[in-house]
Nanobody
């Protein structure tokens, strides 16, 4: 079963940066859309950034615009989430997700549209 593998999480001081990576080991399906989500215990999973693979537009949650960037390296089959200017309120478990379906832009941050997920990587930002 195809699964995504996240890495790059950790603990950082407020104002710092982290770059999360999401890879798909082995020979994999082609994802038309991929996204990053985050979840705090007891709360619903929230879409952070999503995009169309192969150079399409990206969509971001309002809370992370201008500070987070989603990108891909096709040769490495890796999707990244560059997170700058980190604040304590973004501390959460971050998940990578993919779908082979072509979504509408308005659906890129919708959890129910994705059928392949990783196990998550923890991001903790201290003040």
């Amino acid at each position: 079963q195809v699964q995504l593998v996240e890495s790059g999480g950790g603990s950082v001081q407020a104002g710092g940066s982290l770059r999360l990576s999401c890879t798909t080991p082995g020979d994999t399906m082609k994802f038309m859309c991929m996204a990053w989500f985050r979840q705090i215990p007891g709360k619903a999973r929230e879409g952070v950034a999503g995009f169309f693979t192969g150079g399409g537009n990206a969509v971001y949650a309002d809370s992370v615009k201008d500070r987070f960037i989603i990108s891909e390296d096709n040769a490495k089959k890796t999707v990244y989430l560059q997170m700058d200017g980190l604040k304590p309120e973004v501390s959460a478990m971050y998940y990578c997700a993919g779908t082979e379906r072509a979504l509408w832009s308005a659906s890129l941050l919708s959890e129910t549209e994705y059928n392949v997920w990783g196990q998550g990587t923890q991001v903790t930002v201290s003040s």
